[in-house]
């Protein structure tokens, strides 16, 4: 299969080849958050970037019309750009699949059965989801097991709309407190028996408390979408936090010889915000992601 005919599929589902093919791809929170998708999707383009992934909220919402979202993909296509995956974070973030009340519930599964219908109209093969927070900062709100129970009961309901639409869901590890080691992750993927349920792994979310490489090792083949992110472990004087690629303590070395022995391929998406003092932001990341993929 060539490299373009494999971008023109959206990498619904991607086929292992003989060696790793990895697809350059950049997440929209890079450009300032008042640029057009259009103009974002040649944005990318030009800074080598071959797919983008799209946080709903702003231009496109998870329940936006079917012929807006066919203009959205008309646009991805004409910049040459293949959309990697949706963010459904800041919809469920007001109706979690984990809530108390069984209406909001309900509510956030209708929000996944939109979403689904979205992505399929922009021709994108994923959803990332952030299915559950057991607590906001300090304060506990939810229980981890009932998080786990509700949030399992909640997306099974659309695992069979994202079956029919060839997108898949694919939970991130990220600072909600939910996912917290690569075996919960992983039992929690293989509990939906259903390979429209794989992860979204983010390299740089695990480190305060692992290692990506080792989250890699146990995930293997259900890592079906990357975040690659740099992060400094903080010490005694000094927070940790995220910083540029190449800048923090991830092993990068490792990590790479991981998703080589997992057999990944596809998109690797950095997530870095806006800098309006840095034109060339995107540009360097860019540069610093080809650094990393070259290893």
């Known amino acids: 299969m060539q490299r373009r005919t494999f971008l023109a599929s959206s990498a619904a589902a991607l086929p292992l080849a003989a060696a790793p093919t990895y697809i350059k791809s950049i ?61 459904v974070s800041q919809a469920l973030a007001q109706t979690p699949l984990n ?3 069984a209406a909001v519930r309900a509510q956030g599964v209708a929000v996944l059965d939109s979403a689904i219908d979205l992505a399929s109209w922009l021709n994108c093969g994923a959803i990332l989801i952030v299915p559950g927070r057991v607590g906001n900062g300090a304060q506990f709100v939810y229980g981890y097991q009932e998080t786990w129970d509700r949030v399992l009961a909640e997306m099974r309901k659309v695992v069979a709309h994202a079956e029919k639409a060839k997108v898949y869901l694919t939970p ?41 490489q080792d989250w890699i ?23 940790g936090r995220s910083v540029p690629l190449g800048e923090g303590d991830v092993d990068w070395k490792a990590v790479m010889a991981a998703l080589r022995q997992a057999g990944y391929q596809g998109f690797c998406s950095p997530e870095y915000g806006y800098q309006p003092d840095d034109p060339e932001h995107a540009g360097k990341v860019s540069r610093a992601l080809d650094r990393i993929l070259a290893i």
């Not at 019309?65 to 910049?79: F, M, N, S, T, Y």
């Not at 600072?175 to 740089?204: C, E, I, K, Y």
């Not at 259900?222 to 903080?234: A, M, S, T």
């Open 99 to 101: 809530h108390h009340d």
């Open 217 to 239: 090792a146990m995930l293997g083949k259900r890592v079906r979408r990357l975040h690659v992110k740099d992060y400094k472990v903080g010490t005694r004087t000094e927070a």
């Open 27 to 87: 997440c929209n929170a890079i450009f300032p958050p008042e640029m057009p998708l259009a103009e974002q999707f040649r944005a990318a383009r030009s800074a080598g970037f071959e797919g983008i992934e799209i946080r709903l909220g702003r231009e496109l919402k998870h329940d936006s019309p079917r012929e807006q979202a066919l203009r959205v993909a008309d646009a991805a296509r004409k910049a040459g750009v293949a959309i990697a995956s949706i963010w």
């Open 172 to 212: 991130e590890n990220i600072s909600n407190r939910f996912l917290v080691s690569p075996r919960d992750m992983r039992d929690f993927v293989d509990a939906f028996q259903s390979p429209w349920v794989q992860a979204h792994l983010d390299t740089g979310n695990m480190v305060p408390y692992g290692y990506p």
